[in-house]
């Protein structure tokens, strides 16, 4: 199969329609329908089953719809990271989100730069849900992710600092006075708690808003504390999941920056652990 033919069924399987996804694609509605035949003769299979109202996946196309999609990701990525390694001035793209280094990237960007294989740093700060696209799509070298809310499928990884959580909530909250609290008095509160519940909604921005108008209780790593807003209170959870802030990056990678800056940084999480910071 060729890129083109999969970028081709990958249009119909999301149109569902062919003159749409013709029209998605620029062309004509007869070569489309031709390329998508052609494929399904060279496969000996049926992919779709046409109707005068549009298409719908066979079981063998809604296979080849996640193959094709996973294929075209992983062509585009390529595309992205061959270009960037191309570049004059190479550099690593690091994505993060604000806060999301556990206070460890200061340190790592001031011991990175002696590493022999160490190129320029460009900083990507970027929502939850971008981090680990950015990375997949190529855009990105390396993120700070946390595990183990993410899904890190793919990825080679360093784990660097473990933390514990803290509940969000309003400053009069009757648990806002609290030293710490246990999950079993979250459970008591009649209010959603994230991730548990709503765990689609991945702005901190937004979170934070639903947290001060009383419709959410947010139990997220103790570093959020430099996001919190002066209405909020983080009250530390005794018995909940730590949370490990981890690099990743594409398991595939041979970038020796990379793997420097990975060294560097497994380097300054071990003395800030062994400082007890």
């Known amino acids: 199969m060729e890129t083109r033919e999969l970028a081709y069924f990958a249009a119909v399987a999301e149109e569902l329609h062919i003159g749409r996804a013709a029209a998605r694609l620029g ?8 390329a998508i035949q052609k494929l399904e003769r060279r496969l000996g299979v049926r992919l779709l089953e046409r109707s005068s109202r549009g298409v719908t996946l066979t079981p063998a196309g809604e296979v080849l719809a996640r193959e094709a999609a996973k294929v075209l990701d992983a062509v585009t990525a390529a595309t992205a990271r061959t270009r960037r ?8 793209v690091v994505a993060l989100k604000p806060g999301g280094d556990g206070g460890l990237l200061p340190g790592i960007l001031a011991a990175y730069p002696a590493h022999p ?7 990507v700060l970027c929502g939850v849900a971008e981090r680990a696209r950015l990375v997949r799509e190529g855009t990105a070298d ?3 992710l946390h595990s183990p809310y993410e899904d890190l499928t793919g990825f080679g990884s360093e784990p660097l600092l473990s933390e514990g959580g803290v509940a969000v909530v309003p400053a009069g909250h009757p648990l806002a006075g609290r030293e710490l609290v246990r999950l079993a008095d979250l459970d008591a509160v009649p209010l959603p708690r994230w991730p548990r519940d709503h765990s689609e909604i991945t702005d901190p921005a937004t ?10 209780v947010l139990v997220a790593p103790a570093s959020v504390r430099e996001l919190v807003r002066r209405d909020l209170v983080c009250v530390p959870v005794a018995d909940g999941p730590p949370t490990t802030v981890v690099l990743a990056w594409p398991e595939e990678s041979r970038s020796r920056a990379l793997a420097a800056f990975v060294r560097t ?3 300054v999480a071990k003395g800030h ?4 910071e």
């Open 85 to 92: 390694a191309g570049r004059a001035d190479p550099r690593l």
């Open 117 to 123: 294989d160490a190129v320029e740093v460009e900083l």
């Open 273 to 276: 652990s062994d400082s007890g």
């Open 27 to 34: 062309m004509a509605q007869p070569p489309l329908s031709r």
């Open 142 to 144: 390396v993120a700070f």
């Open 265 to 267: 940084a497994a380097a």
């Open 207 to 216: 979170l934070l808003q639903l947290v001060a108008l009383g419709r959410l």
